[in-house]
């Protein structure tokens, strides 16, 4: 698999059609699933002022594309496992009464030979209408739920998305847009990465790529690598190499007004670990700033830790310790190549993306396009 670029053909939003019919508005309530490679997530949400709030959620470790590596295909015990998750997400939409909702598969779906026979699967047994989206939206949906994180001072931003199938990079240049802008700039980059209709300063998509590794595809690349501290240095070389084709990284870019965003649950682990959380708590995590060296620190201890350490420490848990490494080399990778020496770690993604993007679509939130 090579890494995806755009096309034109894919430079608008897909609409966002209504799994129940219901009309839009202030009160209505709104669904956002993704089902990734590894973990399947769902939020509900009430749209409020230009936020929202989150009223229910739900995540759970499917290992969906358990095997998809070697076989091409997903396997029966990885959707049986999915769909038992998806029967309670179905519950609890109905629970809540959600109007409006969006369901997106992502890499698994995108590359198992027999993805539609299992979208159909699902379709029959939980009534859920899942949709399979393309790299290109997956992108353009995780830096929309970044937009809240932007610096000020920020001129050039990288997104990256790390999941269990993919990892999406975006380069965007905010250097054109005023600085108390710049996050609904990133707003209105929901509508497409290409250059917008219009003569007001605007952020503007430098690159983007979507790279066919993630912490499970990765891992899966290298498990007859024995010797821990080697495999890791393997997959974090082999990532380097998958991001050639991405033309910020042959250019020089200046320190100063340079933004990287993390997102994905290797960031929000390693943020957890630096912070000593024996309990998760998004509240310290979400927003947080890290520099290279204490990044380079926590991934020191993990190295140190062992298979067997990372399975028992509390701050990576239970779900994330056997990826944790595969997401570490990924991300170790993009802050050696890159200059910069902090990290802003974003505890939201895909699910929020879509949240923002239905809610804005029904002009119940504001973007600033109005």
């Not at 009534?127 to 830096?143: F, H, M, N, Q, T």
């Not at 590794?213 to 190499?241: C, I, N, Q």
Request: hydrophobic share 40%.
């Amino acid at each position: 698999m090579t890494p995806e670029r755009p096309q034109a053909a894919d430079a608008a939003l897909l609409a966002v059609v209504p799994t129940v019919a219901k009309s839009a508005g202030s009160s209505a309530l709104y669904g956002a699933l993704d089902l990734g490679t590894n973990s399947c997530r769902m939020l509900i949400a009430q749209p409020r002022g230009d936020e929202f709030v989150v009223l229910d959620s739900f995540s759970k470790s499917v290992q969906l594309g358990h095997g998809l590596e070697a076989s091409g295909r997903l396997s029966r015990g990885s959707m049986e496992r999915t769909i038992a998750a998806l029967h309670v997400c179905r519950h609890k939409l109905e629970k809540n009464r959600v109007g409006r909702m969006r369901l997106v598969a992502t890499e698994a779906c995108r590359r198992a030979r027999n993805a539609r026979d299992f979208i159909a699967q699902v379709r029959r047994e939980t009534g859920l209408a899942l949709e399979i989206i393309a790299p290109e939206e997956e992108a353009r949906l995780a830096v929309v739920s970044c937009a809240s994180l932007v610096s000020k001072r920020t001129e050039q931003l990288l997104v990256v998305d790390i999941g269990g199938g993919s990892t999406e990079l975006v380069w965007i240049d905010l250097s054109d847009v005023p600085p108390p802008d710049r996050a609904r700039a990133m707003l209105r980059l929901r509508s497409g990465f290409a250059p917008p209709n219009t003569h007001e300063p605007a952020a503007r998509v430098v690159d983007w790529i979507s790279v066919p590794l993630g912490v499970a595809t990765l891992k899966d690349s290298y498990r007859d690598v024995d010797d821990d501290a080697a495999r890791f240095a393997l997959m974090s070389w082999f990532f380097e190499e998958n991001l050639t084709s991405f033309s910020p990284y042959h250019s020089e870019q200046p320190r100063e007004g340079f933004q990287i965003i993390g997102t994905s649950g290797t960031v929000t682990t390693v943020a957890a670990s630096f912070l000593g959380l024996r309990r998760y708590d998004r509240n310290k995590v979400d927003g947080l700033c890290m520099t290279t060296d204490q990044i380079d620190r926590v991934i020191r201890e993990y190295l140190l830790l062992g298979p067997d350490g990372r399975r028992t420490d509390p701050r990576i848990g239970r779900d994330r310790h056997s990826l944790i490494m595969s997401g570490a080399a990924i991300l170790q990778a993009l802050m050696r190549i890159w200059p910069t020496d902090r990290l802003s770690v974003a505890d939201r993604g895909l699910r929020e993306g879509l949240l923002y993007a239905q809610m804005s679509a029904d002009g119940v939130i504001g973007d600033g396009t109005a």
